[in-house]
T-cell receptor, first 114, second 112 residues
Framework: DGGITQSPKYLFRKEGQNVTLSCEQN?????MYWYRQDPGQGLRLIYY???????QKGDIAEGYSVSREKKESFPLTVTSAQKNPTAFYLC?????????????FGPGTRLLVL | QKEVEQNSGPLSVPEGAIASLNCTYS??????FFWYRQYSGKSPELIMF????GDKEDGRFTAQLNKASQYVSLLIRDSQPSDSATYLC????????????FGQGTELSVKP
């Protein structure tokens, strides 16, 4: 099955801890994205990547970091600098970033602070 | 002004009625428009996309685009309780390199 997988489904973070959210896709898509969704809100872009070894900050990148060492993988690290990390994190991918490509979403990771 | 605006709802319609969801956007250079459905606790799934002015139909769903008025809508005919979800409008932003900008979503409730 082609698709996007995210793990874990739920993640608990302690104060001062860095945590990493996994995102893998087997759609052969070039572009990948991380979004954050807070209750009753739309999606806000954290980081995106158009090609391997390259990524750009989105609208709310502070307190987050990413890497893109492989085309299939785009992990997101929530650092201790992110003071309000509780949210639903969504990974997406598309064939490109030219504007007409549809983004497809993974199932999401819900991050909670202990 | 937000870049993409939707009424947050909730919009309540009886089963079998037509549900009309609306979205306005501010970037006149936008070229692509998407509607996603998101059930509670789940990730968004694509319903439709539209690029050209006019209507685009897919089953019970019709997307309508009016670029002059910077307005895109989604009509759901013969609404079913299973259509109850939050509907997200997303617009590609020409001014931001083609990135998708999402509205805050409209919650739809279809009453049996």
């Amino acid at each position: 099955d082609g698709g996007i997988t995210q793990s874990p489904k739920y993640l608990f973070r302690k104060e001062g801890q860095n945590v990493t959210l996994s995102c893998e896709q087997n759609l052969n898509h070039d572009a990948m994205y991380w979004y954050r969704q807070d209750p009753g809100q739309g999606l806000r872009l954290i980081y995106y990547s158009q090609i391997v070894n390259d990524f750009q900050k989105g609208d709310i990148a502070e307190g987050y970091s990413v890497s893109r060492e492989k085309k299939e993988s785009f992990p997101l690290t929530v650092t201790s600098a992110q003071k309000n990390p509780t949210a639903f994190y969504l990974c997406a991918s598309s064939s490109g970033l030219a504007g007409q490509e549809t983004q497809y979403f993974g199932p999401g990771t819900r991050l909670l602070v202990l | 002004q937000k870049e993409v605006e939707q009424n947050s709802g909730p919009l309540s319609v009886p089963e079998g009625a037509i549900a009309s969801l609306n979205c306005t956007y501010s970037d006149r250079g936008s070229q692509s428009f998407f509607w996603y459905r998101q059930y509670s606790g789940k990730s968004p799934e694509l319903i439709m996309f539209i690029y050209s002015n006019g209507d685009k139909e897919d089953g019970r769903f019709t997307a309508q685009l009016n670029k002059a008025s910077q307005y895109v809508s989604l009509l759901i005919r013969d609404s079913q309780p299973s259509d109850s979800a939050t509907y997200l409008c997303a617009v590609n932003s020409y001014n931001q390199g083609g990135k998708l900008i999402f509205g805050q979503g409209t919650e739809l409730s279809v009453k049996p």
